[in-house]
């Protein structure tokens, strides 16, 4: 079933509801009225007879009739005068009686043709105790609405005066209005029904637009394209402003991935070509001087370190993209970067590899990673400083933070390429890099390892002046002493030689 139908379903379903609850209630709230207006209207009608009986006390008393011929007629001639004054109080659907004590009928208007209207048991013990009686009954397939009031002391009435008025034309009124209200409803449902079809239609249409287009986009591929968004910002427009924005997502990793991959097939290729001309050359040669296999042999050694290291970093990038979490734990930065300069001075060759300020902090973090990070910033800084120039390691804290600085004296980073060089395979000396076996993966490796550690990596470089990456990250407690560590170095020459 289609969202469209639903909608309109519910919507029809929920009037349904409204008209049952509320047309019940509007049919019994006019019938209360009208019978309440009934009620207003006989009120005073009941007050001119109890008037007319007060003044005419006779009205109450019931003839005697006797066998006597003569004064059978008397008896008859005075009910008659008696009824054309009560005849005076009605109209046509309109009625007067008179009742005793016991609820028997003293006199009534001639309109009644001898009938008796109806009264409840409730209303003769309402009206005993004083109080005039409102009521509803039938006669003869007809409903009426009498008012029954008392004549004399509460408690002990003589008489009783039931006035009432025929409902048969208020119930064809109320007949009319029903038929009106049963009619009317199943038409608005009906109604519902078109026009909540007609709505949803239309407030699904730029839903439905949006569906195609996307699915379009999905067929082809083509993140690049964009919905249109027009000048409303309602559901739909920002519906269609997040669909565009996750398009530039899209876009922006798959061209990333097929950046990475033309990349990775490239940095790949070479070494591959490398060991296949070698190999190819120590098949063709067999008998060559062995100075020449060795050093064929060496070459395919070399490609082929470099071949394990690339695929080694793209292992890990391929993990770090797949959600890889660290395990987390206090770690001594001061110790690791100390271990860190320990390990790197004998590689550092004719570079000045020296350890700066280095405070006593305590970060949260992967002892193991970080080491990474470091070695790699580290072995970056030795392979871009000439020889003669310095790379300096520090450690400093800076309000709760922990501040862990490289900073060489490098050929330095052009402008242009400063802002990609966290990008994968990116290379600012692509030429010079591929000599030092670098595939441009290191720094964003580093990146990766600072993120998950919710640190901030960063990067200040001038040409011909130097380079200086800096990883900011949070500390715990008041791991920081009182004194800075005396710089240790190869010399105190290169300790002095420091920028």
Do not use: C
């Not at 004399?152 to 119930?171: C, I, M, N, T, Y």
């Not at 901030?456 to 011909?464: A, I, K, W």
Request: aromatic letters at 6%; glycine letters at 8%.
């Amino acid at each position: 079933m289609s969202i469209r139908l639903r909608l309109a379903l519910w919507y029809t379903g929920f009037l349904a509801l409204m008209f049952l609850i509320f047309a019940p209630l509007a049919y019994l709230t006019l019938e209360r009225q009208t019978l309440a207006e009934v009620d207003r209207w006989l009120s005073p009608l009941s007050e001119r007879v109890m008037e007319a009986v007060r003044a005419d006390p006779k009205l109450l008393e019931a003839p005697t009739l006797s066998s006597n011929p003569a004064d059978l007629a008397r008896a008859v001639a005075g009910i008659s005068e008696q009824e054309k004054r009560l005849e005076s109080f009605t109209s046509q659907g309109v009625f007067v009686e008179l009742l005793d004590p016991n609820g028997r009928v003293i006199l009534r208007s001639p309109n009644l043709d001898g009938k008796a209207i109806p009264v409840p048991d409730g209303a003769f013990a309402s009206a005993w105790w004083g109080a005039p009686a409102s009521f509803t009954s039938e006669l003869e397939g007809t409903r009426y609405r009498g008012l029954l009031a008392p004549m004399g002391e509460k408690g002990d009435p003589h008489a009783f005066v039931l006035v009432s008025r025929s409902l048969e034309q208020v119930d064809g009124s109320l007949a009319g209005f029903r038929l009106l209200l049963v009619a009317g409803n199943l038409l608005g449902l009906l109604l519902a029904v078109g026009v909540g079809w007609l709505i949803a239609r239309n407030g699904l249409r730029p839903i439905e637009e949006i569906t195609r287009a996307a699915r379009s986009i999905a067929l082809s591929q083509g993140f690049g394209q964009r919905l249109k968004v027009g000048q409303s910002r309602d559901e739909v427009g920002r519906l269609a402003l997040t669909v565009n924005e996750m398009l530039a997502s899209l876009d922006a990793a798959y061209a990333a991935q097929r950046r990475f991959v033309a990349d990775a097939s490239h940095e790949l290729r070479s070494p591959l070509t490398s060991i296949r001309s070698n190999i190819d050359i120590l098949r063709r040669a067999l008998d060559a001087p062995r100075e020449d296999r060795e050093e064929a042999l060496a070459d395919v050694s070399a490609e082929l370190e470099r071949m394990s290291r690339l695929i080694s970093d793209l292992l890990l990038l391929a993990r770090a993209d797949a959600g890889q979490r660290m395990e987390m734990g206090k770690v001594a930065l001061d110790e690791l970067v100390r271990d860190v300069h320990r390990q790197m001075e004998p590689q550092a060759g004719s570079v000045a590899l020296q350890l700066g300020p280095v405070r006593r902090t305590t970060v949260k973090g992967n002892a193991d990673w970080l080491k990474q990070l470091l070695l790699i910033l580290v072995d970056n800084a030795l392979k871009y400083t000439p020889r003669g120039g310095s790379v300096w390691i520090s450690l400093d804290r800076s309000g709760d933070g922990a501040v862990l600085t490289v900073r060489d004296t490098g050929m330095g980073i052009s402008p242009e390429d400063l802002p990609h060089v966290f990008e994968r395979f990116y290379r600012a000396d692509k030429a010079r890099a591929r000599e030092e076996g670098g595939a441009g993966l290191g720094l964003a490796i580093a990146k990766w390892i600072a993120e998950e550690h919710h640190g901030d990596l960063t990067v200040e470089s001038e040409l011909g002046r130097g380079t200086t990456f800096s990883l900011r990250l949070r500390a715990i407690g008041n791991q920081l002493s009182a004194v800075s560590q005396k710089p240790e170095g190869r010399s105190e020459k290169a300790t002095a030689d420091r920028p």
